[in-house]
C-alpha cells in the first residue's frame, strides 16, 4: 500500500517562509493531479494549491501569490513553498494525489504561524 509522506512543517512568525514537500512510498502509476489541502481547528478542509500532469496550477484565493506550488515527476513528489505566512494559514497541510484508479492521502504535516 503507497503512502504519501509529508515533510517541512513547523512554527514560523507571520511573515515567514515554510517549504512542504510530500512524496510517496513506492511507484504511483498514472498520476492525474497532485494537491495540497489544509485542515484548521473548527474548520473544513479546503483546498489550498493543485498541479496538473501538464504543469497548470490553481489557487485558494487566500493564497495567491503567497504560495507556490510545483512537482518533481521523476519521484512523484509535489512542493508547496509558501511565503508572506500568517497566523491564519495555521492548519495541518495535507498532500492528495489522484492516480488511475485510485486516490491518496497524506497524515498532514503542522504549519503554525505565531509570534
Known amino acids: 500500500q503507497v503512502q504519501l509522506v509529508e515533510s517541512g512543517g513547523g512554527l514560523v512568525q507571520p511573515g515567514g517562509s515554510l517549504r512542504l514537500s510530500c512524496a510517496p512510498s513506492g511507484r504511483i502509476v498514472t498520476i492525474y493531479s497532485m494537491s495540497w489541502y489544509r485542515q484548521a481547528p473548527g474548520k473544513q478542509r479546503e483546498m489550498v494549491a493543485v498541479i496538473g500532469s501538464s504543469g497548470s496550477t490553481d489557487y485558494a484565493d487566500s493564497v495567491k501569490g503567497r504560495f507556490t506550488i510545483s512537482r518533481d515527476n521523476a519521484n512523484d513528489t509535489v512542493y508547496l513553498q509558501m511565503n508572506s505566512l500568517q497566523p491564519e494559514d495555521t492548519a495541518g497541510y495535507y498532500c492528495?494525489?489522484?492516480?488511475?484508479?485510485?486516490?491518496?492521502w497524506g497524515k498532514g504535516t503542522l504549519v503554525t504561524v505565531s509570534s
Open positions: 492528495a494525489v489522484a492516480a488511475a484508479g485510485m486516490f491518496y
